[in-house]
C-alpha cells in the first residue's frame, strides 16, 4: 500500500514536470515569435518557482519591457547581464537610454560588443541602439524652459477629465461620445469655440489613424475631409486640438520621426496655398522615448496640459500642467544631470522660478467651464446677419427664402443618412478581406461623390436664402 502511493505520487511530480517543460517551451516559441504578452504570464508562473535561472530572467525581464512594463524588467535584466546573458546586455543598455541612465546604458552597450565583435548583425543592431542613445543626448540640450505648474496620475481611459479649457478654447469629449455611430471608437474630438467645426482621428486600413475635420451643416456635422500631408504620413496621427486663431494645429504622431510611441508636433494651416506647413517635434520635457499626447493650449487661463505615460503602469497617464511660453525658450546650462531631470520631469518644482506663487494659476487651471446661457430652442439655427438669427421656418419674412432654406433641411436629411451609410461601409472595409474591399471601394467612392455635391448644393441654397431674406429685411 505504501509503494503504491510512492509510485503515485512520482507519476504526479513527473506529469507536473512534463506539463511545466511543455508550458516553458510554448512560452520560448512565443517569445520568438515577438508575442510577448501571450508568454509574460508563463514567464511569471516559472519565475516562482525558479527565480535562479538566469535565462528565465532575460526571458521574463524582455517580455516586461517590451509590454511597457520598464520598472518591471529592470530587476530581471540586471540579473540576467550579471551572469553574462549578451540579449540582456543590449536590453539593459536600450532600458537605461529610456530612462536616460546613459554612462549606465555604455557599459551595457559596451560589454555586448565585446560579446558580440564577430556576430555583424547583433552589431548592427548594437549601432542601432547607440545611434537613438546618441539622438537622445542631443535633443536633451534642447530642452524647454517651461514651467509645470502641476501634475495628475489618472487613469488613461478617463485622461480627458484633467483639462479643463475655457469656453473661448473649444472643447475635448471622446468621439463616440459625439457620434453614436462611433461606439469603439475613444479618442478625444476636438471642437472649435464656436462649435461649427470638428476635428478628430478616423481609422484608414491603409494608414492607421489619419486626423480629419467636418463642419457644421445645418444641425449636424458633415463634409468630412483627411487634413492632407504633411500632417497626415503613413504611421498614425491623432490627439488634434487647434488654437483659437483656427491655423495653429497641435497633434500625436507615431510617425515623423518620432522619439518611440507617439510624439507632439505643431504645424500652422498656410491660408494662401491652402495647405499645412511642415510639422514641428516640440522639444523636451514635452516629449520622450515614451507617448506623449493630447497638447491643448488655454490662451484665456494661460496655461496648457499635455499627457504621457512616461514611467508609469500601462493603464495609467499623467497629465501635466504648465505655463505656455510666447516664444520657444531653451535651458542654458552645461549641468547634463540637470538638464535630464528637467527633461525627464523628476520634479516639477525644479522648472519654478524662485519666488513666484503659482498657486492662483494651479487653482485657474482647474477650474471647470462656465455654463453658457440658456440657448434658445427651435427647430435649428439660421443666421442671416448679426442682427437676426432664425429657430423656425415661420420666422422667415421672404416666402422664396423660406422654400430655399426649407429645401436645404429636406436636403440636409439625405445628407445625413449618407454620411451613415458611409460611416457603416468604412467599418465593413476595414474588416473585410481583400475581395470584399474591393467591391466595397467602389460603393463607397460613389458615395462619397454623391454626399459632396449634395453638401455643395445645399450650402448653395443656403446662401441663396440668406441673401434672399436680407434682400426682404433691407426693403
Known sequence: MKLRHLVTLF????GCCILRGQTLEEA????LEGRYAEALPIFQTEYLINPTDASLNQWLGVCLY?????????KHLVYASQKKIPEAYLYLGELYTKMYRFVEAEKEFEKYRKTKRRDKEALARLEEKEAYANQLKRLIKRTEDVQIIDSLIVPKSKFLSAYHLSASSGSLVPMNEFFHTYPNYTLPLFVN???DKIYFSQYDSLQGLDICTMEKLLDNFGNQKVLPSPVNDEKDQAYPFVMTDGITLYFASTGHSSLGGCDLYVTRYNLSSDSYLNPN???????SPFNDYMMVVDEEKNVGWFATDRFLPKDSVCVYTFIPNIQVNLIESNDEK??????????IKDSW???VDYSPLIALAKEEQALSKKEVKGDFEFIVDDGHTYYKLSDFKSPTARELYSKALRLQATLDRYQKELSVKRDQYAESNAAEKNNLATS????????EALFKEIQQLILQARVEEIRNISH
Open 11 to 14: 507519476v504526479c511530480v513527473l
Open 28 to 31: 520560448k516559441k512565443l517569445y
Open 66 to 74: 517590451e509590454t511597457g512594463n520598464e520598472s518591471a524588467a529592470e
Open 193 to 195: 469655440e464656436k462649435k
Open 281 to 287: 517635434q516640440l522639444n523636451m520635457p514635452f516629449n
Open 338 to 347: 540637470y538638464l535630464i531631470n528637467r527633461a525627464r520631469i523628476s520634479s
Open 353 to 355: 522660478k524662485p519666488g
Open 444 to 451: 463607397i467612392l460613389s458615395l462619397e461623390k454623391d454626399a
